[in-house]
């Protein structure tokens, strides 16, 4: 077969990984992704490509919540991404190891992760640097630490407005509402008609289940009713696909 062909496939298979993965289809994904990484094994030109297959087998794990199954993936996709020497796919390998730790409830070790990031980001003034500092503040806010949470909040924001990204202007902007200004409601809801106009449901789905337990915690549990609804309408949205691709 030729080689070319073979490669064509592959990235059709890859494209469809990445599609089923964003509907939160994680069973057709995985099917998919498993195609393409066959292929991508057998050359050895297409690193890059084996680290983004490996994202999205993890990210899928992560979906099932099988956190275990999906650390062997990132710390393959580290590996190789150091083996490239590319700092992008670096930080994002450290980035997703740092959320799957911090979903596993290892706080520690997510912090470490997600520091390492955040340094590797801004030493190569990398573009993602605003998201890595969202997700930075966003785990020391859960975890109570409010000064270096307000300082990376800070340091995210300049970051987001330097480089002209309203999307993650407007996500320090909820942050400050709902731990700064514990908890500013209309902040949030303007965070999320942006988002839900912007159709970037996923961040509407997260931003929901944070104010959602927020609340709970507070013991206001009608408004956590009402944001927990939210969460579950965007799910369905998002699995619909109607928000992201159009087959």
């Known amino acids: 077969v030729h080689v070319h062909d073979e490669i064509e496939k592959a990235e059709f298979h890859f494209k469809l990984a990445e599609a089923y993965y964003g509907m939160k289809q994680s069973h057709v994904s995985m099917h998919h992704v498993k195609q393409a990484l066959d292929i991508y094994n057998q050359y050895e030109l297409y690193k890059v490509r084996k680290v983004q297959c490996l ?126 200004d514990a908890v500013d409601q209309q902040g949030v809801n303007e965070t999320i008609e942006y988002l839900e106009k912007n159709k970037n449901y996923s961040y509407v789905e997260d931003i929901a289940c944070e104010t959602a337990s927020v609340y709970a915690d507070s013991r206001e549990f009608e408004t956590s009713f009402f944001y927990h609804k939210k969460m579950v309408d965007t799910q369905t949205q998002i699995q619909r696909g109607e928000c992201l691709y159009e087959f």
């Open 55 to 180: 994202f999205v087998i993890s990210g899928n794990y992560i979906d099932f919540k099988r956190y275990e199954k999906s650390q062997p993936h990132l710390e393959k996709a580290l590996e190789l991404s150091k083996e490239l020497d590319n700092r992008r796919l670096i930080s994002s390998a450290l980035y997703n190891l740092g959320t799957n730790f911090g979903d596993r409830g290892d706080y520690e070790q997510a912090e470490i992760f997600l520091r390492q990031a955040v340094e590797i980001t801004e030493k190569a003034k990398l573009s993602n640097l605003p998201h890595s500092l969202f997700s930075y503040a966003k785990f020391l806010f859960k975890q109570g630490k409010m000064s270096e949470g307000i300082q990376a909040s800070k340091k995210g924001l300049s970051a987001a407005v330097y480089q002209g990204d309203k999307l993650f202007e407007k996500l320090q902007g909820y942050l400050k509402a709902l731990y700064v």
